[in-house]
């Protein structure tokens, strides 16, 4: 089947390391997003990708980076995880433009001690 | 920008209808979407409604839409303990070219009691 996958499921790290959560999807879908979403709050959008090209959000904090080495592969690099970033991680794709729908992936829970 | 607002909580029988109701502000959304979380999980696209129709029935789903008010409910029509989850109201942004960008609302918990 068709699908977004995103590893590791959960993943703890320690304040200040660096930590990167993966995406991958079957779809060859255009575009990939990252959502953050912190506990009892709405998924909130951080960046995306159509093809190769990045777009961030405005309040997108610098310490968030992402990058796609190729169509099937997202990666999103926290590079100094502070507890305020703790959250559920969810990455989406689709084929771009309106009416196309977001496919989500199963997220990755982030913990940071 | 774009602000989506939804009740917090919601708890029905099951059997019962659910109503589920979200405002948005931005009137340029094309398409609005719904979408399902259950716990620990990513989301699940329900149903979605194009701004030019006013009902959309879905099976058990029924999304009415009041462009003047900007207000989307969603309907579920003989709930299911199956159907406890947060649902989240979606309206879509373009970014002008070849993407979009959905703005969530806050999620309503609905809790179905048998």
């Known amino acids: 089947d068709a699908m977004v996958i995103q590893n590791p499921r959960y993943q703890v790290t320690q304040f200040g390391k660096p930590v990167t959560l993966s995406c991958s999807q079957t779809?060859?879908?255009?575009?990939m997003y990252w959502y953050q979403q912190k506990s009892s709050q709405a998924p909130k959008l951080l960046f995306h990708?159509?093809?190769?090209?990045?777009?961030n959000e405005a309040d997108t904090p610098d310490n968030f980076q992402s990058r796609r080495p190729n169509t099937s592969f997202c990666f999103l690099d926290i590079r100094s995880p502070g507890l305020g970033d703790a959250a559920m991680y969810l990455c989406?794709?689709?084929?771009?433009?309106?009416?196309?729908?977001?496919?989500f992936g199963p997220g990755t829970r982030l913990t940071v001690l | 920008g774009e602000d989506v607002e939804q009740s917090l909580f919601l708890s029905v029988r099951e059997g019962d209808s659910s109503v589920i109701n979200c405002t948005y502000t931005?009137?340029?959304?094309?398409?609005l979407y719904w979408y399902k979380q259950e716990p620990g999980a990513g989301l699940q696209l329900l149903t979605y409604?194009?701004?030019?129709?006013d009902m959309k029935q879905d099976q058990r789903l029924t999304v009415l839409l009041n462009k003047k008010d900007k207000h989307l409910s969603l309907r579920i029509a003989d709930t299911q303990t199956g159907d406890s989850a947060i649902y989240f109201c979606?309206?879509?942004?373009?970014?002008?070219?070849?993407?979009?960008?959905?703005?969530f609302g806050t999620g309503t918990l609905l809790a179905v009691q048998p």
């Open positions: 989406a794709t689709s084929m771009g433009g309106p009416r196309y729908e977001q496919f």
């Open positions: 990708y159509y093809d190769k090209d990045f777009n």
């Open positions: 779809l060859n879908h255009n575009v």
């Open positions: 409604i194009f701004s030019n129709m």
């Open positions: 979606a309206p879509e942004q373009s970014y002008g070219g070849a993407t979009n960008k959905l703005i």
């Open positions: 931005d009137s340029s959304s094309t398409y």
